[in-house]
T-cell receptor
Framework: RKEVEQDPGPFNVPEGATVAFNCTYSNSASQSFFWYRQDCRKEPKLLMSVYSSGNEDGRFTAQLNRASQYISLLIRDSKLSDSATYLCVVRANDYKLSFGAGTTVTVRA | DAGVIQSPRHEVTEMGQEVTLRCKPISGHDYLFWYRQTMMRGLELLIYFNNNVPIDDSGMPEDRFSAKMPNASFSTLKIQPSEPRDSAVYFC??????????????FGEGSRLTVL
């Protein structure tokens, strides 16, 4: 079983729509959680950390459910520039990060 | 400030040839990671170093792969001999272990390898 699993999508949404997707992780001892963004043929970049109580960063909201071992990302008022692949990332008890395969989001005009 | 610098950006080689990928981490970062990304397997950690010492190489596929970090500003990933299934984008990433966001890795732009 993969450490981090994501729905690959693609999620095709119109501008202004809300889109949400999850990922699940297998290691119950995981300590930290993140969402990274990767544009086509570019390197991954940190989008936001995910905290136990849930957190927002502008139009982006992240949630963590430790009991069910899943993380979610919600994007409100989608922009064309939000089109990217979103990678779910989990850290266990060292500095090694495990990346999901990514969820592709395409925002259309 | 310069980010993580990788070279070459693109490499096309024939099966059986030796491939060397290079990475210069961000100055002051004491952790360095090598990842491989393919459509089928996503982003996989190959090996990581702390203060130039390899800590975990369990992701290195086989003996054909080797990585070194002779000093704090340079690392190499070598494949010898290369095979078509090694075709992928290889990313180097670095971070400073004791400050900043724990999960924030700074990635280079990647080296796109094609083995014919």
């Amino acid at each position: 079983r993969k450490e981090v699993e994501q729905d690959p999508g693609p999620f095709n949404v119109p501008e202004g729509a809300t889109v949400a997707f999850n990922c699940t992780y297998s290691n119950s001892a995981s300590q930290s959680f993140f969402w990274y963004r990767q544009d086509c043929r570019k390197e991954p970049k940190l989008l936001m950390s995910v905290y136990s109580s849930g957190n927002e960063d502008g139009r982006f909201t992240a949630q963590l459910n430790r009991a069910s071992q899943y993380i979610s990302l919600l994007i409100r008022d989608s922009k064309l520039s939000d089109s990217a692949t979103y990678l779910c990332v989990v850290r266990a008890n060292d500095y090694k990060l495990s990346f999901g395969a990514g969820t592709t989001v395409t925002v259309r005009a | 400030d310069a980010g993580v610098i990788q070279s070459p950006r693109h490499e096309v080689t024939e099966m059986g040839q030796e491939v060397t990928l290079r990475c210069k981490p961000i100055s002051g970062h004491d952790y360095l990671f090598w990842y491989r990304q393919t459509m089928m397997r996503g982003l996989e950690l190959l090996i990581y170093f702390n203060n130039n010492v390899p800590i975990d190489d369990s992701g290195m596929p086989e003996d054909r792969f080797s990585a070194k970090m002779p000093n704090a500003s340079f690392s190499t990933l070598k494949i010898q001999p290369s095979e078509p299934r090694d075709s992928a984008v290889y990313f180097c990433a670095s971070r400073k272990g004791t400050s900043g966001k724990v999960g924030e890795l700074f990635f280079g732009e990647g080296s796109r390898l094609t083995v014919l």
